[in-house]
T-cell receptor
Framework: NAGVTQTPKFRILKIGQSMTLQCTQD?????MYWYRQDPGMGLKLIYY???????DKGEVPNGYNVSRSTTEDFPLRLELAAPSQTSVYFC??????????????FGDGTRLSIL | QQPVQSPQAVILREGEDAVINCSSS?????VHWYRQKHGEAPVFLMI?????EQKGHEKISASFNEKKQQSSLYLTASQLSYSGTYFC???????????FGKGTKLSVKP
């Protein structure tokens, strides 16, 4: 199994450009997450999804959009790139059921620079 | 709401022990621990549920004191491979979402 796959691995954007970070998982997990990681700040939750067609905001959603049309895919969209969005982005997935905690599995990350 | 990890960084010699703490201001349902090596994705270590259980993974174990809203990660007889940044992720209610601490950077020297 591939687990969680993110593309691209690296990207440089100009201010004001838009792009989509792709994330797909093959573990049939119901929950999926997008995090950003800035140096020394830990992982901040941007958006998450509890299943196909259902998404919700995390701690730092401004400037981002998501969709979840299938169980496998959870793309993250940046509409108007700003320098503050320079970061490493991680997608993760887990199987969640109330009362049963399962670990989150992370993709390898997308390193995004906005200049 | 972000859990507080301490210490921020620690340097060990091979074979030494270390303790990493994670404290929250909110009542917790569970605590997750992850390790991240430089330039790589976080890797799951263990989950602790409320009830004060202690879990182990190789020579790494952890405890969870729900009354104090604290969890501690114990690394015994550290190995070079233990180097990395350790994150705790806290879950408030059984929602599935985690809030991560800022991390503790562990360096193990020969």
């Amino acid at each position: 199994n591939a687990g969680v796959t993110q593309t691209p691995k690296f990207r440089i954007l100009k201010i004001g450009q838009s792009m989509t970070l792709q994330c797909t998982q093959d573990m049939n997990h119901n929950y999926m997450y997008w995090y950003r990681q800035d140096p020394g700040m830990g992982l901040k939750l941007i958006y998450y999804s509890v299943g196909a067609g259902i998404t919700d905001k995390g701690e730092v959603p401004n400037g981002y959009n998501v969709s979840r049309s299938t169980t496998e895919d959870f793309p993250l969209r940046l509409e108007l790139a700003a320098p503050s969005q320079t970061s490493v982005y991680f997608c993760a997935s887990s199987y969640h059921q109330t009362g049963k905690n399962q670990p989150q599995h992370f993709g390898d990350g997308t390193r995004l620079s906005i200049l | 709401q972000q859990p507080v990890q301490s210490p921020q960084a620690v340097i060990l010699r091979e074979g030494e022990d270390a303790v990493i703490n994670c404290s929250s201001s909110k009542a917790l349902y569970s605590v997750h621990w992850y390790r991240q090596k430089h330039g790589e994705a976080p890797v799951f270590l263990m989950i602790l549920l409320k009830g004060g259980e202690q879990k182990g993974h190789e020579k790494i174990s952890a405890s969870f004191n729900e009354k104090k809203q604290q969890s501690s990660l114990y690394l015994t007889a550290s190995q070079l491979s233990y180097s990395g940044t350790y994150f705790c992720g806290t879950e408030v209610g059984s929602q599935g979402n985690l809030i991560f601490g800022k991390g503790t950077k562990l360096s193990v020297k020969p």
